[in-house]
Antibody
Framework: QITLKESGPTLVKPTQTLTLTCTFS??????????VGWIRQPPGEALEWLAL???????RYSPSLNSRLTITKDTSKNQVVLTMTNMDPVDTATYYC?????????????WGQGTLVTVSS | DIGMTQSPDSLAVSLGERATINCKSS????????????LAWYQQKPGQPPKLLIY???TRESGVPDRFSGSGSGTDFTLSISSLQAEDVAVYYC?????????FGQGTKLEI
């Protein structure tokens, strides 16, 4: 079955760079149609899509955060990494990685449990 | 960006009664080439990640009870729960995946 798990720091300081890793199983990012996305959710607020990477290495980013985000994949390790530069307290949120419905469309059918990242000095 | 607006923000429904949540997009999310609406619905319970309920606006995800249904086309969509159960207490989100940035509604909190 498909599982995803996010890992990374729980606390980062303002201006630092956040690096989050999504480790998954049950699918391969070398298979045509597969994609993994990142979505975040500030405490008590709505979901915000951040980025998506496809099996082909095509990458899509939220335009509002494009200059700060980088998404990469390591197919051999079954991992997707998201980096976000110049962190600010408003970036405090639970960050989720999620599996894109394969070869269908960009909605997400499996999600990790999420990791809460707090930005504070 | 396509804006997604849900109504109401919160909703209290009695057990066994019908719940209806609306979602309106600022632009059509209907792809005329395949006649599919690029609209999904998720359920999120406290402390849990979102769970996919509905995609293509009206296709129920495998394993989702048939009391959940989706309808609508173009810019106006509805999620209905025909007979509310206690376990349906959650926040519900719509998402458009028609164009990037993929955007979510602000959420509707459903209570008993």
């Amino acid at each position: 079955q498909i599982t995803l798990k996010e890992s990374g720091p729980t606390l980062v300081k303002p201006t630092q760079t956040l690096t989050l890793t999504c480790t998954f199983s049950g699918f391969s990012l070398s298979t045509s149609g597969v994609g993994v996305g990142w979505i975040r959710q500030p405490p008590g607020e709505a979901l915000e899509w951040l980025a998506l990477i496809f099996w082909s290495d095509e990458r899509r980013y939220s335009p509002s955060l494009n200059s700060r985000l980088t998404i990469t994949k390591d197919t051999s390790k079954n991992q997707v990494v998201l980096t976000m530069t110049n962190m600010d307290p408003v970036d405090t949120a639970t960050y989720y990685c999620a599996h894109r419905r394969t070869a269908v469309a960009d909605f997400f059918d499996y999600w990790g449990q999420g990791t809460l990242v707090t930005v504070s000095s | 960006d396509i804006g997604m607006t849900q109504s109401p923000d919160s909703l209290a429904v009695s057990l066994g009664e019908r719940a209806t949540i609306n979602c309106k997009s600022s632009q059509s999310v209907l792809n005329s080439s395949n006649n599919k609406n690029y609209l999904a619905w998720y359920q999120q319970k406290p402390g849990q990640p979102p769970k996919l309920l509905i995609y293509w606006a009206s296709t129920r995800e495998s394993g989702v009870p048939d009391r959940f249904s989706g309808s609508g086309s173009g810019t106006d969509f509805t999620l209905s729960i025909s007979s509310l159960q206690a376990e349906d207490v959650a926040v519900y989100y719509c998402q458009q995946h028609y164009s990037t940035p993929y955007t979510f509604g602000q959420g509707t909190k459903l209570e008993i």
